[in-house]
C-alpha cells in the first residue's frame, strides 16, 4: 500500500504530509469556487505547520484532502507515505490509525448516543488495543489530560458546554497514539487558560513522541507559538509559506503583511498581566 | 431612569447530580441597557452558555431555572405560558448559536431559509423577500450573495455559515440579541468586519446585545461592560477597560495571564491558572468595579 514517489528520504528528510499541487473547483450553479489552487507543501515529522487565513480561503479544504474526505480533482495528498486517494476502503481505516483529527465544530462531531467514556474508548475498541481495564486506564488519562475529570466519563455530549465538547475531540484524537494529528480551529471555543494548557500538552506530545500537527487557526499568536512554519491561505492559494521567524519579522506577501496588521491590539499584554499576577497573588497569599 | 431592556436578578439554574441538584449558574444578577453590550468572558463550563438560554427559557429537561427573576425588553420571562414563548423568541430576542449548524437546515438552500425567515416577520411577496435575503448576505460581507442563495449550508466555510446566522437573527428586528461564541470561527479580518456590521444594527435598532466570547481582544474592543464568570458566578464586572486594564479578581488575573501574545516567548510551556485557583477564588470575593469607585470616595 505504500506509495513511495515524492516520499523518499534520499535527502535525508520524513515528511508525514506531502500535499503535491492539489487541485479543486466547487461549481455553484454556474459560479465556480477554486477552494485548491497548486496546493502544495510538505510537513516534516515531529513538527508543526500553521495553516492561517481569512475564512473561506480553503483550509477545511485542505484539511479534508489530507484527510481522505475530500478527493481533489488534481494533484496529490501523500500521508505517512501513502497516497490517501489511492487506498481501498480497508487501507484508509489502517491509516486512519495514524492520522486523527479535532474539527471546528465542538458539538457536531461527538456521537451523542454515547457517553463520552465510550467516545474516547471507541478508537481503541476499533483497533483492539489493549484489555479492557488498560482501555478503561487510559480513557481516564486522557480526560484528565484535557482538564476534565472522570465524572465527565458517564455524561452524554448533551449535557457538556461546548469547551468541554471540544476536550472530549482532543482526548479521542489522542487516544490511538497517532503520528498525525489535523486540528481544524480546534481550540477556538476554549478559554484562554484552558487552551493554554491543551497547547502546551500538544507541545510535550510532540517533544514526547514526535507527532506531526497540521495546525489550522486564525489566531496569529496561537500559529507563532505552535508551528514551526506557517503557509498562508488566500482564495485557495498557499501565497506565503515560511518559517515562523520569518513570516513575522518579514512577511513578503501584501495578504500576509495585510493579516498581521490586522492583529487587534489593545489588551493589556500577557506579560505585563503575569508579573502583576504574581505580585497580586503573593499579596493574597500573604493575607491570609 | 429608563428600564433595562435585559434584567436578570438572583438566577440560578441546576441540573440534576449524584448528591442533588448542582447549582450551574449559581445566583447571578445583571442588567443591560438598550443600546448596550454586555460581555460574558471565563472559564469553560462556568454557565455562559446556561445563562443566555436562560433569557429564551430554551433549557431542556433536565436542566431548569430554580430561581430568579428574568426581564427581557419589558416581559417577565419566566412567567410566559408555554404558547407564548414562540412569539417571544421570534420579535422580541434572537441568539446566534455557537454552532452555526444548529440554526440552519442542512437540507434546505441558505435562499430558502432567509426568505421563510423574513416572511414569517414581514408581510411580503417571496420575490422582494429574496431580494432582501441578498442584500443581508451582502451586508453580512458574503460575495456573490444572490448567487449563494442557491448554496446548501454545507457547500460553505464555516466563517461564512456564521454570517448567515447573524443575517437570520436580524430578519426579526429583535429588541435583544444573544450573541455566544457567534465569531469563534472567523478569522480577524471577517471577524472585524462582522462586529463593525453588529455595532450598526446595535445603534440603529437599539438592541441590547449579550456578548459571550472566549476571545478577550474581541471582548474589550466591542463589549462596554465585561462580566467574568467563574463555576456558576460572576466573580467580576466592570467596563471593559477597567476589568482588562485593573483586573482584580484572581481569576481574571490568570485568566489574562494565560493569554497567548505575539511577543510571548516561544519554547517554554505558555502559564496557565494556578492549581489553587479554585481555592484563591472562593478566598476573593467577587469584583465589581463600579461598587470599587463608590468604596474608594468615601
Ligand atoms: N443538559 C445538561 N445536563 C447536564 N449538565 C449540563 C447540561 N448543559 C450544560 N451542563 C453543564 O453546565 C455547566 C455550564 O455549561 P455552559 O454550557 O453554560 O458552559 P459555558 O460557560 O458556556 O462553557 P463553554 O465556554 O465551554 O461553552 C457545564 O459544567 C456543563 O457541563
Ligand atoms: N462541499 C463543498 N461544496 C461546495 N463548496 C465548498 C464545499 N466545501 C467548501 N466549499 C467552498 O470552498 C471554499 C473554501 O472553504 P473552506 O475550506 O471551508 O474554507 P476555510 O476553512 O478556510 O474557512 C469556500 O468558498 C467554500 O464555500
Ligand atoms: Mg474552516
Ligand atoms: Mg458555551
Known amino acids: 500500500m505504500t506509495d513511495n514517489d515524492g516520499t523518499t528520504s534520499s535527502d535525508g528528510t520524513d515528511p508525514v504530509i506531502v500535499a503535491d499541487d492539489l487541485q479543486l473547483t466547487f461549481h455553484h450553479g454556474k459560479q465556480e469556487t477554486k477552494a485548491l489552487d497548486h496546493v502544495s507543501f510538505r510537513v516534516e515529522r515531529g513538527t508543526t505547520l500553521a495553516l492561517v487565513g481569512q475564512s473561506g480561503s480553503g483550509k477545511s479544504t485542505t484539511a479534508r484532502t489530507i484527510l481522505g474526505i475530500q478527493k481533489p480533482?488534481?494533484?496529490?495528498?501523500?500521508?505517512?507515505?501513502?497516497?490517501?486517494?489511492?487506498?481501498?476502503?480497508?487501507?484508509l481505516r489502517l491509516l486512519r490509525q495514524k492520522m486523527q483529527v479535532v474539527l471546528q465544530d465542538p458539538f457536531g462531531q461527538l456521537n451523542r448516543r454515547h457517553t463520552v467514556g465510550r467516545i474516547i474508548e471507541g478508537a481503541l475498541i476499533a483497533f483492539n488495543r489493549g484489555s479492557r481495564r488498560e482501555r478503561r486506564e487510559r480513557v481516564a488519562e486522557l480526560i484528565r489530560a484535557v482538564g476534565l475529570d472522570e465524572s465527565y466519563l458517564g455524561r452524554n455530549p448533551r449535557e457538556l458546554s461546548g469547551g468541554q465538547c471540544q476536550r472530549v475531540a482532543i482526548a479521542r484524537a489522542l487516544a490511538l497514539q497517532p503520528e498525525l494529528v489535523v486540528l481544524d480551529e480546534a481550540v477556538s471555543a476554549l478559554d484562554v487558560s484552558v487552551r493554554a494548557q491543551i497547547l502546551n500538552m500538544l507541545v510535550q506530545l510532540q517533544k514526547d513522541f514526535g507527532l506531526t500537527y497540521l495546525f489550522i487557526t486564525h489566531d496569529l499568536a496561537v500559529a507563532r507559538y505552535m508551528a514551526h512554519d506557517i503557509a498562508v491561505m488566500h482564495r485557495g492559494r498557499i501565497v506565503e509559506h515560511s518559517d515562523r521567524d520569518t513570516l513575522f519579522a518579514n512577511p513578503k506577501d501584501p495578504y500576509t503583511q495585510g493579516l498581521i496588521a490586522s492583529i487587534p491590539v489593545g489588551l493589556p499584554r500577557g506579560a505585563a498581566v503575569r508579573a502583576e499576577f504574581d505580585r497580586r497573588l503573593e499579596l493574597q497569599l500573604e493575607d491570609g | 431612569m429608563t428600564e433595562s431592556a435585559v434584567t436578570v436578578e438572583n438566577l440560578v439554574?441546576?441540573?440534576?447530580?449524584?448528591?442533588?441538584?448542582?447549582?450551574?449558574?449559581?445566583?447571578?444578577?445583571?442588567?443591560?441597557?438598550?443600546?448596550?453590550?454586555?460581555?460574558i468572558v471565563g472559564e469553560s463550563g462556568s454557565g455562559k452558555s446556561l445563562t443566555a438560554l436562560s433569557l429564551m427559557r430554551l433549557h431542556r429537561s433536565p436542566v431548569r431555572i430554580d430561581n430568579g427573576f428574568i426581564r427581557v425588553a419589558g416581559t417577565d420571562v419566566r412567567s410566559l405560558a408555554e404558547r407564548e414563548l414562540d412569539a417571544f423568541r421570534g420579535n422580541t430576542i434572537a441568539m446566534i448559536y455557537q454552532n452555526p449548524m444548529s440554526a440552519l437546515n442542512p437540507v434546505l438552500t441558505i435562499g430558502n431559509q432567509l426568505v421563510e425567515a423574513i416572511r414569517i416577520h414581514n408581510k411580503v411577496s417571496r420575490r422582494v423577500a429574496r431580494n432582501q435575503a441578498t442584500d443581508m448576505l451582502a451586508e453580512v460581507g458574503i460575495d456573490r450573495p444572490a448567487d449563494r442563495l442557491d448554496s446548501y449550508p454545507f457547500e460553505l466555510s464555516g466563517g461564512m455559515l456564521q454570517r448567515v446566522v447573524i443575517a437570520?437573527?436580524?430578519?426579526?428586528?429583535?429588541?435583544?440579541?444573544?450573541?455566544?461564541?457567534?465569531?469563534?470561527?472567523?478569522?480577524?479580518?471577517?471577524?472585524?468586519?462582522?462586529?463593525?456590521?453588529?455595532?450598526?444594527?446595535?445603534?440603529?435598532?437599539?438592541?441590547?446585545?449579550?456578548?459571550?466570547?472566549?476571545?478577550?481582544?474581541?471582548?474589550?474592543?466591542?463589549?462596554?461592560?465585561?462580566?467574568?464568570?467563574?463555576?456558576?458566578?460572576?466573580?467580576?464586572?466592570?467596563t471593559a477597560r477597567e476589568v482588562f486594564e485593573d483586573p482584580r479578581h484572581p481569576y481574571t488575573l490568570g485568566l489574562l495571564g494565560s493569554l497567548c501574545t505575539l511577543d510571548m516567548e516561544l519554547d517554554r510551556p505558555i502559564p496557565t491558572m494556578p492549581r489553587d485557583i479554585a481555592e484563591l477564588s472562593r478566598l476573593a470575593p467577587a469584583i465589581d468595579h463600579a461598587a470599587l469607585e463608590v468604596q474608594e470616595l468615601r
Open chain 2, 168 to 238: 437570520m437573527a436580524m430578519s426579526c428586528n429583535p429588541r435583544v440579541l444573544i450573541a455566544d461564541e457567534a465569531t469563534t470561527a472567523l478569522d480577524v479580518t471577517t471577524q472585524a468586519r462582522v462586529l463593525d456590521l453588529l455595532r450598526g444594527l446595535i445603534e440603529q435598532h437599539d438592541m441590547a446585545v449579550l456578548f459571550i466570547t472566549h476571545d478577550l481582544a474581541v471582548a474589550s474592543e466591542f463589549c462596554d461592560d465585561i462580566q467574568v464568570m467563574y463555576s456558576g458566578r460572576i466573580v467580576e464586572r466592570g
Open chain 2, 13 to 39: 439554574v441546576t441540573v440534576p447530580g449524584a448528591t442533588g441538584p448542582v447549582r450551574v449558574v449559581d445566583d447571578i444578577s445583571f442588567e443591560i441597557a438598550a443600546g448596550n453590550v454586555l460581555g
Open chain 1, 73 to 91: 480533482d488534481a494533484g496529490r495528498a501523500i500521508v505517512c507515505g501513502s497516497d490517501v486517494h489511492d487506498l481501498s476502503q480497508r487501507e
